[in-house]
């Protein structure tokens, strides 16, 4: 059994800070890729930030300068520094684990998701 949850949605005002963490457990031999997506009302879901295992981070050009991640491989957690956040920002924020469990099976794990809400 693997599981994801996500830490730290909340409310903040336009231009605040807000940081995101992401966990995976289980039985889990090894996490791959790594990503934060979000999913703002009447839009389509879209990659926010991404870590592939070994690699470097990638971010939607929406965010580039203003959002970290940063991951934990010794935890198989991930974070995701926000800040100059912004209304446009308001989105349910989900993360997603590419995950080889102990049993040798490769799938994709989808946390619960954690509600960012950007407003005065």
């Known amino acids: 059994q693997v599981q994801v949850v996500e830490f730290g949605g909340g409310l903040v005002q336009p231009g605040g800070s807000l940081i995101l963490s992401c966990a995976a457990s289980?039985?889990?031999?090894?996490?791959?890729?790594m990503g934060w997506y979000r999913q703002a009302p009447g839009k389509e879901r879209e990659l926010v930030a991404g870590?592939?295992?070994?690699?470097?981070?990638n971010y939607a050009d929406s965010v580039k300068g203003r959002f970290t991640m940063s991951r934990d491989y010794a935890e198989n957690t991930v974070f995701l520094q926000m800040t100059s956040l912004k209304p446009e920002d308001t989105a349910v924020y989900s993360c997603?684990?590419?995950?080889?469990?102990?049993?040798?099976?490769?799938?994709?794990?989808w946390g619960q998701g954690t509600q960012v809400t950007v407003s005065s």
């Open positions: 997603n684990a590419d995950i080889t469990t102990t049993s040798g099976s490769r799938d994709l794990y």
């Open positions: 289980g039985s889990i031999f090894r996490v791959n890729n």
């Open positions: 870590i592939p295992t070994g690699g470097s981070t």
